[in-house]
């Protein structure tokens, strides 16, 4: 049978499954490889009407990570564990042919945006309590039997992260810089111990109370379990917070819940490894994003612009590492074209920065007040990309000339040669060349996302 392509098809394949009427059918977002919808059935024999989830593979995409029925397995031991899971009602992909590769499961009420947890009043209350709630709920995890979990798979962190970057061509010194500090300084490895692989904001179900559901398990496998303690801390989730655990709380405050939960102590130092780890991690994950738009596979404005992404892990690895700042304490004045913007050349003004600034004006004064939901959302992402483009048409010609410049003083044509040479360890211990490599990517920062240059520098 044919994968269901129409809300009816699909609406009339889960009511077959359930033995019911499906009412109030929606999606609501898209991962990389899932969709999620929203729907209520209504019971044939009781009537009754049970609020549940689908969570089902897109058609046509390989997946990566456990099987869908590792997954179960993994769910099911995680709920006998006492960690907070929506309960699985339905193993979709046992019945593949009604309603395509999945599974449903309990709708459980909760926020799942990291922003609104990390802003809202409504979550103040949440927010004081949620870092201790994430250290118990991920000391349950880890205490899971990996033979309840089977189907896991251990998983190399650094080995992937070279496989991953070369396979991309993603050759910057930075992460360079970052893979020579991991693997120098790599904690002893704990007991091989079930890790969930994407424990962060925006994958916990939240509401006034604190954290009600974890989501998205993906990603779980077999490694360390300090890494989903240093993946919850990485800056990219902490949505403008300053608490190092995901925007809310310090790090303290998780280590010491984790730690009673536990019953053992934790390294603060080994879990900032895997915040470095985990930071490199999601830059190779940006570069991941943007590749599936620039190969073809998915056209998409947010993947594209994802891919500008990659420059803020390259900041935050830097300052992760304790590469310093100019002796004046501020980095070096963005270069700046005196006069106008551009000179008009061959096509006068207005030139193309002001063309693109123009649009976006337009696009997000006049557009965007008038749409809603995943429109005005899209709408967002495509003013993030023109702000982008109108910066590097101002700023990227008096960027480039310095960039050649810095790289001629090391004797470098370009960056690649210069992360190889970091990579073979020929530039150990010279301490201009991580000068060099944070001038560098201050000035792409600047491009990408000027504002993440002015929030408060990791400890």
């Known amino acids: 049978?044919?994968?269901?392509?129409?809300?009816?098809?699909?609406?009339?394949?889960?009511?077959?499954?359930?033995?019911?009427?499906?009412?109030?059918?929606?999606?609501?977002?898209?991962?990389?490889?899932?969709?999620?919808?929203?729907?209520?059935?209504?019971?044939?024999?009781?009537?009754?009407?049970?609020?549940?989830?689908?969570?089902?593979?897109?058609?046509?995409?390989?997946?990566?990570?456990?099987?869908?029925?590792?997954?179960?397995?993994?769910?099911?031991?995680?709920?006998?564990?006492?960690?907070?899971?929506?309960?699985?009602?339905?193993?979709?992909?046992?019945?593949?042919?009604?309603?395509?590769?999945?599974?449903?499961?309990?709708?459980?009420?909760?926020?799942?945006?990291?922003?609104?947890?990390?802003?809202?009043?409504?979550?103040?209350?949440?927010?004081?309590?949620?870092?201790?709630?994430?250290?118990?709920?991920?000391?349950?995890?880890?205490?899971?039997?990996?033979?309840?979990?089977?189907?896991?798979?251990?998983?190399d962190t650094l080995g992937r992260l070279r496989l991953g970057l070369d396979g991309l061509g993603e050759h910057r010194p930075a992460f360079e810089l970052a893979l020579r500090w991991l693997e120098a300084n790599r904690p002893p490895p704990g007991p091989e111990r079930v890790v969930h692989g994407d424990f962060r904001l925006g994958n916990l179900l939240v509401d006034e109370t604190g954290l009600r559901a974890v989501l998205d398990w993906e990603l779980a496998h077999l490694g360390d379990p300090l890494e989903d303690l240093g993946w919850l801390c990485v800056r990219a989730w902490r949505f403008g917070g300053t608490g190092e655990v995901g925007g809310i709380a310090p790090l303290g405050d998780l280590l010491d819940a984790y730690s009673d939960a536990t019953g053992a102590p934790v390294d603060p130092d080994a879990v900032r490894w895997w915040i470095v780890a985990g930071t490199l991690t999601w830059g190779l994950i940006c570069a991941v994003q943007a590749h599936r738009h620039l190969d073809g596979h998915v056209r998409s404005v947010e993947l594209a612009t994802i891919g500008?992404?990659?420059?803020?892990?390259?900041?935050?690895?830097?300052?992760?590492?304790?590469?310093?700042?100019?002796?004046?304490?501020?980095?070096?004045?963005?270069?700046?074209?005196?006069?106008?913007?551009?000179?008009?050349?061959?096509?006068?003004?207005?030139?193309?920065?002001?063309?693109?600034?123009?649009?976006?004006?337009?696009?997000?004064?006049?557009?965007?007040?008038?749409?809603?939901?995943?429109?005005?959302?899209?709408?967002?992402?495509?003013?993030?990309?023109?702000?982008?483009?109108?910066?590097?048409?101002?700023?990227?010609?008096?960027?480039?000339?310095?960039?050649?410049?810095?790289?001629?003083?090391?004797?470098?044509?370009?960056?690649?040669?210069?992360a190889a040479a970091i990579r073979a360890g020929h530039l150990d211990g010279q301490a201009d060349v991580a000068a060099t490599v944070r001038a560098l990517v201050v000035d792409r920062v600047r491009v990408a996302n000027p504002r993440w240059l002015e929030a408060p520098d990791q400890p």
Not at 49 to 75: F, H, K, N, T
Not at 311 to 326: H, I, R, T
Not at 367 to 390: D, M, R, Y
Not at 392 to 409: C, I, N
Request: glycine content about 12%.
């Open 1 to 155: 049978m044919a994968h269901p392509e129409t809300e009816s098809e699909l609406g009339g394949a889960l009511g077959e499954l359930l033995d019911g009427t499906v009412e109030g059918l929606r999606r609501l977002s898209g991962g990389a490889s899932r969709e999620t919808w929203s729907f209520a059935v209504r019971r044939r024999g009781s009537g009754g009407v049970e609020p549940l989830i689908l969570q089902r593979i897109r058609p046509g995409l390989a997946m990566g990570g456990p099987s869908l029925a590792a997954e179960d397995a993994l769910l099911a031991a995680a709920e006998r564990a006492g960690v907070p899971v929506p309960h699985v009602v339905a193993d979709v992909a046992a019945t593949a042919p009604l309603v395509g590769d999945g599974r449903v499961t309990a709708h459980v009420d909760g926020e799942a945006l990291g922003p609104r947890i990390v802003r809202d009043e409504r979550y103040a209350d949440a927010r004081r309590v949620l870092a201790g709630q994430c250290g118990r709920a991920l000391a349950a995890i880890h205490a899971i039997d990996p033979d309840e979990a089977p189907g896991l798979e251990p998983v």
């Open 308 to 418: 500008r992404r990659v420059c803020e892990n390259e900041y935050d690895l830097l300052q992760l590492l304790g590469v310093p700042a100019p002796a004046a304490g501020a980095e070096p004045a963005a270069p700046e074209p005196s006069g106008r913007v551009e000179p008009p050349g061959l096509h006068g003004r207005p030139t193309a920065a002001e063309l693109v600034d123009a649009v976006r004006g337009h696009l997000t004064d006049t557009v965007a007040p008038q749409l809603t939901g995943a429109s005005a959302f899209h709408l967002k992402v495509a003013g993030n990309a023109l702000a982008i483009v109108e910066r590097e048409l101002r700023l990227g010609p008096a960027m480039a000339a310095a960039a050649d410049q810095r790289l001629a003083t090391l004797g470098f044509v370009d960056e690649a040669a210069l």
